[in-house]
Structures are given as C-alpha cells and as structure tokens.
C-alpha cells in the first residue's frame, strides 16, 4: 500500500503553535507540581516545625524557616522536574 506524501513547505505557524501550546502545558504541569508541593508543606507545618540545621557551638540559638522561603524553594524544586513527575 502506498504512502501519501505531504506536498509543500512544513508550515511555521503549525511550529509556533506547537511550541507555544507544550510551553503552555509545562508551565500548567510546573504549576500544578507547586500547589500540590504547597499543600504537602502546610500539612506537613501543622505538625511539625521546620528549622534550619543547629550549629554545635550555638546550640542555643534555632532559626524557624519562614513560609516564604518554603514557596520559593518549592518554586525553584518544580521548575527542575522533568516532565510525568
């Protein structure tokens, strides 16, 4: 059975639209992954607290980690996972 083959130039719109539509789904999927991460981190907050690492010679000294600092460390950890994550 033959093939038919496309005739003419691949168009550019076509590869516009195609690019911009998977830039689309992957700030959706990076979106989705920071919420879902957001709310992991305020369940996770109810119970516990999160500090940072206690030096031995200020042992007297803890430092909360502010929920600030969680969303932009949450932030930054989506944009880094491929993509199905």
Not at 1 to 26: H, N, T, W, Y
Not at 43 to 70: A, G, M, Q, T
Not at 72 to 81: I, V, W
């Amino acid at each position: 059975m033959p093939f038919a083959k496309r005739s003419g130039s691949v168009s550019q719109i076509d590869q516009k639209l195609k690019s911009k539509r998977q830039q689309i789904i992957e700030e959706e999927r990076i979106r989705v992954l920071y919420d879902s991460l957001i709310l992991y981190c305020d369940k996770l907050l109810e119970k516990y607290e999160l500090v940072y690492p206690i030096d031995d010679l200020n042992v007297n000294e803890i430092k909360k980690v502010s929920k600030e600092e969680i969303k932009e460390f949450t932030d930054q950890y989506a944009k880094t996972k491929p993509l199905g994550f």
